[in-house]
Structure formats: structure tokens, C-alpha cells
């Protein structure tokens, strides 16, 4: 059931997310009031800067409407999102005090749990947006619809992902938590189904190299409270080092060859900030790169570049 996983592919993807906003269940019977309208947004408009990096054309979202979005983000249930707040990080009850020992299965799950019952009960601050990389772009030609929620204490960062695409039914629920007792911290990942999480690793780890990832929505626009994510990306860029979990029956895929590149090994390196990244990292480098997020200060040089296309797609 994940996004990544799914085969359909869509090429009318516009017309079909202009279409459903009509049959869409729950369309004109909500009586509760709009999201909060959000000022302009500050974030960056996403453009495709030409690299030749992407494997598609770019997936724009030209033809839908801003009233369009917050409809079809608002199925998940209005009085969840758009909601006011002070903290964008919402705090979680201190544990018993404890000496380093690891987050157990039980606790990670109970952290999953809570979460996805606080955003359930309206008692989360989640940012609402069209996801930009959270559909690998060859696989599925859709965009996502994202409610992105998090908590902590001193012992977990707990993140919350609700999520569907525009033909989807269901909205579907991810989770990480970030076990903060060790160093480098430890990343969990599950989907939280019916009967509870599903604990999850190999795919989630092509898109999750470091843990969280920073919120980049497809388009300006397409995002509800970007004040809120600026304060999320601001939390996730400053996480600690972590070390990705890859549970039972979940293995890591086979990685292929690390990226060298001075130009991006300078910070995902393993050591300072982030996780070195290898070629099964391919997905969220294509899009980023191009998309001008990464490198974060400055554009790729043309021989940068070519080495970048070099390094993707040679042999394991
Ligand atoms: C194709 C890439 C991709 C894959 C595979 C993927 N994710 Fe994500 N995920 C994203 C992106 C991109 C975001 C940020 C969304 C945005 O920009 O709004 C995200 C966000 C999240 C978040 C919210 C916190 C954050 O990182 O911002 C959670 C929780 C999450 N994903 C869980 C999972 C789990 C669990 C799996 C595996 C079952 C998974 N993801 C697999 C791309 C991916
Ligand atoms: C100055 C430090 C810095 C440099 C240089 C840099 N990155 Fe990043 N990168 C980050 C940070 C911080 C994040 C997480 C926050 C974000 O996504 O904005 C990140 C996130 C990513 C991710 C998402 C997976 C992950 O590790 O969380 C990918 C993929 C990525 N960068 C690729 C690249 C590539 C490719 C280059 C070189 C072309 C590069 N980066 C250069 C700091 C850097």
C-alpha cells in the first residue's frame, strides 16, 4: 500500500484531481468552517531548473486551484488541520526517568499510536500540503496529498505522515520516531494500519536516507500554513545524526555504490549532518537536485553535474 509501491500510473493526472473534487464523498456536507486562510506563503516556488536529472517531465500542478486543494485536503476532516497554534512541535508526556536504554517495540508503538490519535482527535498542529518528492515520480505519475504532524520529549521525535493521492479513497497513515536515548539516534519506521503499526524499512529508506525529510510542496500555494512548515523544517534540518532501523523481515535494499560528490558528501558524509547516500537514493536525489533544494546554498557546477548523471547511472 505504499506510495512507492503502488503500479498505477496515471497520465491525466490534472484532470482527473480536477475532477474528483466534485464526487468527492463528503463534498458540500461538511458544516464546520474553511481551514484558517494562510497569508502568502514563503516558501520557494518549486520550479524544474533543466538539469536533465528527472526521468519524467517535472510533475506540475498547473491547472488546480488553490480552493481545489484545500477541498481535497480538507476530506481528511476539517477540524484537523488549519488549526491554530502556538507550538509547532506539539510536547508529549515525560517518561519515568531512565538510563539510555533504547526505546523498546512497545514504546515506539505506543508513540506511533498517540500520535495518530491525537491528529484523529484534532489535537495536532499538522501542515497540509501537495508533496513534491513523495511520489517517486516514474512509479506513480500523481501527486500526494500530505497532513504532516510532530511531537516530542526528551527521549522521542515523533512524526506523523496522512497521506493519499487524489484517487485514492482512504487516506493512509505513516509514522517515524526517533529514538533520542541513543547516539546517533535510531529511526523507526512504520505504517500504522487497522491493527496497529506495521513496522517498515526497505522502502521507506530509498526516500529516508537521514530520517524526516524538510516539507517541499509542489507549488507555492499548495500548502496550508507555510509559517508552520518553515518551523517543521527548521526542527527536522537541525536533528540529530540518526541511524536508519530496519526491522525484522523489512531488510535494507541493496544500496549500490556511495555518493562522492565533494559537493554533497561535505554534508552527507555520515558524520556531521546527515547519512551518506547511495544509489538506491536515486529517487529524492533526481528531484531535489533538480528541483534546486540540494546542494541547499548553491546550483551544481556543469562538470558537477555530469559527474552527478555519471554517478547515477552506473553499474552497482
Ligand atoms: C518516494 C519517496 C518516499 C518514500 C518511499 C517514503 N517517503 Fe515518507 N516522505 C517523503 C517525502 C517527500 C516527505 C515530505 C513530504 C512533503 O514534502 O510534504 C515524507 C514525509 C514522511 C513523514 C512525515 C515526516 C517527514 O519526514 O517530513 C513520515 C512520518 C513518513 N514520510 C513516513 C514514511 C514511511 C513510514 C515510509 C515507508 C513505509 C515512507 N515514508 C516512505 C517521501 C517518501
Ligand atoms: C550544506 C549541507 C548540504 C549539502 C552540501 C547537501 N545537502 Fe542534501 N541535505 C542537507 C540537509 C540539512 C537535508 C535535510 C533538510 C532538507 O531536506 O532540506 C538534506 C537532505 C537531502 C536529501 C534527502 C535525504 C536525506 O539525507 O535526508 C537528499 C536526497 C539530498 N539532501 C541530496 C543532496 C545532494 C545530491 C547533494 C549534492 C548535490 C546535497 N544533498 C548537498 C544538507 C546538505
Known sequence: MHPHTRRGILPAVLSVLVGITVGMPGHGQEKTKEPVATPPTTSRPVRSTGTGLLLEPPLMLTNVTRAQFLEMAGTVGRHRIGRPWIQPIMPLPEPKARKGQALTPTEVRDYMMEARRRFDAGESVPVSDVGLISTQEDVI??????????????????YLLVQRTATDRAWSYYSIVQDLTQRPAVDHFAELTRSGPKPEGTSCYKCHASGPLAIHPNREDLILDAGLAAALNEHIANQPLSRFHFPKGSPSPPPGKPLTLKACARCHDGEGERNRLFQVHAHPIRVLVDFGHMPPDRPLKPEELSELKAWLTSDP
Open 141 to 158: 505519475r500523481q501527486p500526494m496529498l500530505n497532513h504532516i504532524a510532530a511531537f516530542s520529549n526528551s527521549v522521542a521525535r515523533v
